[in-house]
């Protein structure tokens, strides 16, 4: 097994190719450990960032999804969301990998929130990986309380995981479909995701897109100075992703700090008559109370599901098609992604990075899917 000594002491190349091996010979270990909304002209006049354009939707038809994640909190509303959204977005599958919380909750966690929504018995769930690909897992149990849902209530899932193994399920899927038919939105580490491209490159022309909540650039990180969670946690899988080829969109920090979470915000979804609309708010009342207690402040980012409102209505996002690098090596920066926002390095395109959302579309966006459901 290659050691991450000799990996720092290869050409890239090489240590690309070591890393390859790496996964390839560990994948079967790794899989044995699983038992209101705005005007278009008031949009334009957002503060944006310098050179991002607003985005122009596709006009495509419904789109087959598998959400790929670490419930987590964000994580149950963005699953929710693309729920609601099933004239847009047809879900085939929740893949979970350990993350915010270790895996055994994350795969309890992503079948509870389907209970929420009764997709119990049309909503497969598959455990993914449990920990990063040449890493210790790290969690944040402190943010997303010990279960990873503080604040939603909670109940024994009504049904099993599926049989299979998510990077297996992945796997099968990508090889069987058509090409440029499955958009895989990625809301947690992406060591699923990199290990499948791995295992199975061939399954990556199947992919139209991945999107995916991590990184950040103008708005800095949320677990190191550098560095956001998502990316932190497994650098080296979104290494792989991004070099994969294959189109991504990446929703970073500098949209969840543009689309917060406030009390005037919170209280249309606590007057929802459904169950799933209190279950939403309780989960935002959850993460505005993180925040007054650790900075003394009435607000709190939204993530994951501005993955979902991009598939939803990318017109109220704007960004540029950059070049984005992550620190696999750094001791002070390990994690952080490196967008070449200007096109210094000469690197080419690999990712359309957002930086631009209409809040107020946003949450009225939100609003609405969350009151179709149960």
Known sequence: MTTMTELKDTTTDDRQRSRRSFLRTSLAASMATVGASMTGSAFAQMTKTEGASPLTAEGSPRRTVIIDCDPGQDDAVAILMALGASDQIDLKALTVVGGNVPLSLTERNARIVRDWADKTKTLPVYAGCPKPLMRELVTVANVMGRSGLEGAPLHDPRAPLAPQHAVTYLIDTLRAAAPGSITIVAIGPLTNIATALTAAPEGAKAI????????????????????????????????????????????????????????????????????????????????????????????????????????????????????????????????????????????????????????????ATLLERISRLP
């Open 208 to 363: 139209r897109e991945i999107v995916l909540m991590g990184g950040a650039w103008f708005e800095r990180g949320n677990y190191t100075p550098a560095a956001e969670f998502n990316i932190f946690v497994d650098p080296e899988a979104a290494s792989i992703v991004l070099g994969a080829g294959v189109p991504v969109t990446i929703v970073p920090r500098d949209v969840s700090l543009k689309t917060l979470i406030t009390p005037e915000r919170v209280a249309p979804f606590h007057a929802l008559k459904n169950r799933c609309g209190p279950i939403v708010g309780d989960i935002f009342n959850a993460a505005l109370a993180y925040q007054k207690r650790r900075r003394g402040v009435d607000e709190a980012p939204m993530y994951d599901p501005c993955t979902i409102g991009y598939l939803i209505d990318p017109t109220m996002y704007g960004g540029r098609r950059v070049n984005v690098a992550v620190e696999t090596t750094g001791q002070l920066t390990l994690g952080e992604t490196v967008v070449d926002w200007n096109g210094r390095t000469k690197r080419p395109v690999n990712a359309l990075w957002l930086t631009d959302i209409d809040a107020d579309r946003f949450y």
